[in-house]
């Protein structure tokens, strides 16, 4: 099943919501800041478009699709003040799965609009808010009409379980397993690399369709170091949600099959397996990739400070990990058992935290459509206007 049919994050407001419960990828957006910056200063200086279509793919609910708005409407703003220039119209694309709480994105704008408003005045750059719904594995946008894309904690996510995981005659190929570890075979492996090129791939030339000229994007998403296995990567969180549904199953609370029938449609790839398609897909050129590490708990700032509460941990790390695995898992595992597989989780993870400080590892790459595809496109154009 393709996971665009179901996948999104908890919706609204309430407690276990994406949109109280995204410290964590709020802090990779300000992380990402300066690039997004940077990028989009390029892009105007060169340009100096009168309408400037940008989208944030994978927004999601709650402040931080908001929060990568006002960085690009301050920042377009601040440059056309500078340059003494008649500032551009903005449009502003938030995409996500059709599932995903737009009307908490809706109610934000609206709310967002006014403040603006009342702080910044009417010279401030007009902006224009849409909700786009799809999957950005594929097309979203007309030929050559957005001038900039983001995308943040989001590509990470893949279009579907790799099909060959179903194995012979439907027998689970990665049966007590959810996703891939140390113990997992070749194929195993090579199943979620292929599909996460695929993927990637399909969005690499899909954004190329659509970038105008001289447009780029800055893309951020969850990856893992080239040695495969480190203390904080994915596979450990697998671990630990393997050890909670486990003792589930054995007190009769989850059943065996529907564990081993359920696989996570994620793919975390290194930094060379990134650029490796990037290269082979061919429609972009790589600007730069950047890396950064982040503490699985978003509230604990420190760097080598081993004295952190480490329960108060451990539940900071599953609530964000409910805000955005809760509607997949409930929807296999049923809700009636999820407070009780969060909170389990969220003392197994705060045992974990007592071996080190785990961390997730964040890829960050910059791209501008590759000097050939410019030129083709730009071929394109003259013979389509004769
Ligand atoms: C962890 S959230 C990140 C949200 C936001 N960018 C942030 O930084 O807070 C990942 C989002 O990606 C969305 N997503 C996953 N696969 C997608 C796809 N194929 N097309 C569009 N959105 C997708 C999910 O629905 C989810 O809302």
Redesign the pocket.
Known sequence: MK??EF???VGGYGETS?AKN?KL??M??FEVKPFVEKAVAEICNTLLPEKFVVA?????SGP??LLVLSMITNSVDELYERLNQHKPEIQFFL???PS?DFNNIFQLSMLYHERVKQEKGNTFVSFYIAGLP????GRLFPLKSVLFFH????LM?L?QVPEGLKGENCAPLNKGNIYMNEESSSTLSQLYSEQFKRDFSIFLKSRSDELILGGGMVLSFLGRTNASFNIGGIMHLEGLFLKTMNTMVSEGLVEEAKLNSFNIPMYTPSMEEVKSIIEMEGSFHLIQAHTFESNWDPFDESIDDFTVDKDLSGKNVAKYLRA?GEPLLASHFGTEIMNDFFSRFAKNIASHMSEGKPKHFVLIIILKLNDEVTKRNAMESIVSVA
């Open positions: 996971i665009e996948l999104h994050m994406y995204s990828q709020e990779a957006i944030d793919l994978g927004c999601s931080n699709a995409n996500d799965l995903n799809g999957s950005f594995y995308s943040s904690y989001s996510w279009s955005v």
